[in-house]
């Protein structure tokens, strides 16, 4: 069954620290992966990734794909509290319409 | 405000009744999905419609639960005699459809809370 694994599951980190935040997929057919920033209320788009090795960037986060690997991640530099929250990966396939999520990397940014 | 709209934002019902929520899009959006989340997952797709079709639907989708989109605008997921193990958030999302346009926008989610 195809899944989509995100690691780590929850980080502590301080204002200031960068982050690495991790996601793979075993999905065949691969099309696109998104992230998305959840807190209290709907995710909300970052990125949507669909070739490998181009960084996509906005302010202090990017994210890159590697199709061989099968992985992507999405840095987050120079942390402030208010990037506390679930990030989520989410990939789609070309067999279908339909968007598999992991379970999300919760971030907590300590001041 | 253009974005996904949700109705009602929480629902609290007891075991056995029926309730029904409902999704407005984004205007120009033509799919719709409709997503099931519970507390440290992530959402978990339920089904999705193409204008007014509903192209592909879970196995996990019990046969207590129905959506539609009769015009191809706004959606509605129905919940039939309701279990405790319902209660979740449940997410609408949009999406243009396009080849790499397939971004979805969520909705503020629907919390429902079966007693």
């Known amino acids: 069954e195809d899944k989509v694994v995100q690691s780590p599951l929850s980080l502590v980190v301080h204002e200031g620290d960068t982050v690495t935040l991790n996601c793979s997929y075993e999905?065949?057919?691969?099309?696109?992966l998104l992230w998305y920033k959840q807190e209290k209320k709907a995710p909300t788009f970052l990125f949507m990734l669909?070739?490998?090795?181009i960084e996509k960037k906005s302010g202090r986060l990017s994210s890159i794909l590697d199709k061989k690997e099968l992985f992507s991640i999405l840095n987050i530099t120079a942390t402030q509290t208010g990037d506390s929250a679930i990030y989520l990966c989410?990939?789609?396939?070309?067999?279908?319409?339909?968007?598999?999520f992991g379970t999300g990397t919760s971030l907590t940014v300590i001041p | 405000d253009t974005g996904v709209s949700q109705d009602p934002r929480h629902k609290i019902t007891k075991r056995g009744q029926n309730v029904t929520f409902r999704c407005d899009p984004i205007?120009?959006?033509?799919?719709l999905y409709w997503y099931r989340q519970t507390l440290g997952q992530g959402p978990e797709f339920l089904t999705y419609?193409?204008?007014?079709?509903?192209?592909?639907k879970s196995r996990l989708l019990s046969d207590r639960f129905s959506a539609e989109r009769p015009k191809g605008s706004f959606s509605t997921l129905e919940i039939q005699r309701t279990e405790q193990g319902d209660s979740a958030m449940y997410l609408c999302?949009?999406?243009?459809?396009?080849?790499?346009?397939?971004?979805?926008?969520f909705g503020p989610g629907t919390r429902l809370l079966v007693l």
């Open positions: 999302a949009s999406s243009l459809g396009q080849l790499f346009q397939e971004t979805q926008y």
């Open positions: 999905v065949t057919n691969f099309r696109s």
């Open positions: 669909t070739s490998s090795g």
């Open positions: 989410a990939v789609l396939y070309n067999t279908g319409n339909q968007f598999y």
């Open positions: 205007s120009e959006h033509n799919r």
């Open positions: 419609f193409q204008n007014e079709a509903q192209l592909e």
